[in-house]
């Protein structure tokens, strides 16, 4: 036996209910990977979506049944072909970059080409509630430079504009989370151009996206249930202006990286997104982050308790771990 693994379940409540259109979350429920070779561990982190057909159980079990082949030292690439994308493949990925960079003493950054980690502008979203509620949630952050507003189809133009008036000079993100239909995103159209939205994430359920072919919208379009790897780009393109890497979604950085460059090809504008989650969880996300127009890696910020050496949040900018805490 080359490794040992460890596969974990943790829960982390949350410092407030967190609310979008398809309910409410009051703890974030994640899977942990631990990959020891030698004397150094390579860890991971992912949470398990049920949107996706996704359960703790089922992705551990994901885990579980390739337990031989990954404690025999199984690779990054071999583990792309043996697990779809989602979130049994992020966690164990995430865990064999960390471990790789500990071994060759190679952090990630440099075997990406990139340059080292840096402080970034990520939204902090203010979640689904009355509009007076949600004015008061954005006033609190009216400083930061990017607001993300979570809205479902029961008036969103007041939400929006609460937290406009409470935050006049942010940039803003929408996200309807497939809650609308083409009638209403239609109608929102003014509306959202007079609140100078930046962004619309996923306004339409993902299976009925084909009302954006041939839709102008005002604003531009993020796809995000609808975009979860590079395969999914040329039905894209046609229906939507941006895309949403999430590694819960691409099954990791190796498949991130590949869906990052090749969306840049076809002219998307990025947006790097995380769900509730830990430190652990959105640091390689990091490595996609500086490459995007918009960040939205705020899920550590709902933790009560996070990682005590992971992300922090000062005046509106993110600031990444040390490098010891994941990929060097």
């Not at 402080?119 to 979203?125: E, F, G, H, R």
């Not at 840049?264 to 990091?286: N, Q, Y």
């Amino acid at each position: 036996m080359l490794r040992e693994l460890s596969i974990t379940q943790r829960s982390f409540p949350l410092v407030a209910p967190f609310r979008i259109a398809r309910g409410v979350k009051y703890a974030a429920d994640v899977v942990t990977v631990e990959l020891r070779q030698a004397d150094r561990i390579g860890r991971g982190e992912s949470v398990p979506y049920a949107r996706y057909g996704e359960s703790v159980a089922s992705v551990i079990d994901a885990m579980e049944a390739l337990r031989a082949e990954l404690v025999a030292g199984m690779g990054r690439d071999e583990l792309q072909a043996r697990l779809p994308a989602g979130a049994a493949r992020n966690a164990l990925d995430a865990a064999m970059w960390d471990l790789e960079s500990q071994l060759s003493s190679v952090p990630v950054w440099v075997q990406l080409g990139r340059p080292p980690r840096s402080t970034l502008v990520s939204a902090i979203t203010v979640g689904i509630d009355t509009p007076q509620r949600m004015g008061q949630a954005a006033s609190r952050i009216a400083g930061a430079g990017l607001i993300k507003i979570k809205v479902d189809a029961d008036d969103p133009a007041a939400r929006i504009e609460a937290v406009r008036r409470a935050a006049p000079f942010a940039h803003l993100i929408v996200d309807p989370n497939e809650s609308w239909n083409i009638e209403l995103l239609r109608d929102m159209q003014p509306m959202l151009e007079r609140a100078g939205v930046d962004l619309l994430e996923q306004p339409l359920p993902a299976d009925a996206d084909d009302a954006l072919l041939g839709f102008f919208s005002r604003i531009p379009i993020c796809a995000d249930e609808a975009c979860h790897v590079t395969a999914d780009l040329p039905r894209l393109r046609d229906r939507y202006q941006a895309v949403n890497i999430k590694l819960d979604k691409t099954g990791g950085l190796t498949e991130a990286w590949r869906l990052l460059r090749a969306a840049r090809v076809d002219g998307f504008k990025i947006m790097v997104g995380c769900m509730v989650c830990s430190s652990l969880g959105i640091t390689p996300a990091l490595e996609i982050a500086r490459e995007a127009e918009f960040i939205d890696l705020d899920g550590p910020l709902w933790l009560q308790d996070d990682y005590p050496d992971g992300v922090s949040l000062q005046g509106g900018f993110l600031l990444p771990p040390l490098p010891a805490f994941w990929g060097g």
